[in-house]
């Protein structure tokens, strides 16, 4: 492999930098735990200042990439595979009508293995955990009126679907359902987030944590299909 990094001229330096290296963590140049070269090295291969390499890593530190450790240099940390996707690429992916079907059918697959694996492999913490976001979300339902606190609702929701994505324990899965649900919540569940009943939402995901508590795939993976097909009504 070439010592000499590709950057984009048509950018400023930092973010070059930040570009370029991420293009090299994509690559599998360097793996979590690793310690990136010195400023100095990177400096050279990237033809830029050190200055520039500096802002380029504190970016990078910004992002959840990589660690800086004041006199022990960067340290590359456990990425998110979200993060490592351009932006432009996933807003067009899931803003876009046409791909609304293939979006919420990908979204129904992941669901669905990830909701099997947690009846298998969910913890007394797991269980606690998702437990304790259904709680919030009743007490913001039966305290008063839902539509107030939308917002909050909205949030709880996905808290609860990435809780029940780490219940699978299969980081890889989770990995990618949080690069899927993330940005569906954000670009295409949001806007119509008003046309749900947040009753049901969560007598849906309460029907799910029951079954799952029980051991009980079949009504587990019955109520997340239910549930993520009456999401996709509700879209566009």
Do not use: K
């Not at 033809?47 to 022990?72: C, D, I, K, Y």
């Amino acid at each position: 492999m070439s010592d000499v990094l590709q950057v984009n001229p048509r950018v400023n330096l930092d973010l070059r930098v930040a570009e370029a290296l991420v293009e090299q963590l994509r690559a599998g140049r360097w793996a979590p735990g690793d310690r990136l070269p010195p400023e100095n090295e990177l400096a050279a291969m990237l033809g830029v200042s050190r200055p520039s390499v500096r802002e380029g890593l504190r970016r990078l530190q910004t992002q959840g990439l990589v660690r800086v450790e004041h006199g022990r240099g960067a340290f590359v940390l456990e990425p998110r595979a979200v993060q490592l996707l351009p932006a432009p690429v996933l807003s067009l992916i899931f803003s876009s009508p046409a791909r609304a079907a293939e979006v919420h059918e990908a979204r129904l697959a992941l669901e669905l293995g990830l909701t099997e694996l947690a009846a298998q492999r969910a913890t007394e913490e797991d269980l606690a955990c998702m437990r304790a976001v259904l709680e919030q979300a009743r007490a913001l339902i039966e305290g008063g009126d839902p539509a107030a606190h939308e917002q909050e609702l909205f949030e709880l929701g996905f808290d609860f679907h990435l809780a029940l994505a780490a219940a699978a324990h299969s980081p890889l899965l989770t990995s990618l359902y949080e690069l899927l649900v993330e940005p569906l919540y954000r670009t295409v569940e949001r806007p119509h987030a008003t046309a749900g009943n947040p009753r049901e939402d969560l007598d849906f995901h309460v029907a799910i944590v029951d079954a799952i508590e029980r051991g009980d795939i079949a009504a587990a993976l019955r109520a997340a299909r239910e549930h993520v097909v009456r999401t996709a009504q509700l879209g566009p």
